[in-house]
Nanobody
Framework: QMQLVESGGGLVQAGGSLTLSCIAS????????AHWYRQAPGQQREFVAK???????TYADSVKDRFTISRDKVKSMLYLQMTRLKPEDTAVYYC???????WGKGTLVTVSS
């Protein structure tokens, strides 16, 4: 069974930066689109960013120009560089390969004002 494991979450002040990582048990990031989602307390899970097999990227408007998604196909790693963080970015962040319904368990990001 494919496994995704996120890391890198934590507490950061507004305006700060964090980089999230996600490692996959197989080479799924090399051949599939990979996504980051997040879920804030009391809210539904929402799309954050995705990177396709040809490395084109898409971002939610709320994170555009602040977050960068990337991946290392050789290491089966997915990353989310987050800059200029805001309190409203506080959420559990999940990496996912929706095409095969593979999801990590999430990593918590808390941004203090």
């Amino acid at each position: 069974q494919m496994q995704l494991v996120e890391s890198g979450g934590g507490l950061v002040q507004a305006g700060g930066s964090l980089t999230l990582s996600c490692i996959a048990s197989g080479n799924i990031f090399r051949i599939n689109s990979a996504h980051w989602y997040r879920q804030a307390p009391g809210q539904q899970r929402e799309f954050v960013a995705k990177i396709t097999s040809d490395d084109s990227t898409t971002y939610a408007d709320s994170v555009k120009d602040r977050f960068t998604i990337s991946r290392d196909k050789v290491k089966s790693m997915l990353y989310l560089q987050m800059t200029r963080l805001k309190p409203e970015d506080t959420a559990v962040y999940y990496c996912a390969v929706p095409l095969i319904n593979a999801w990590g368990k999430g990593t918590l990001v808390t941004v203090s004002s």
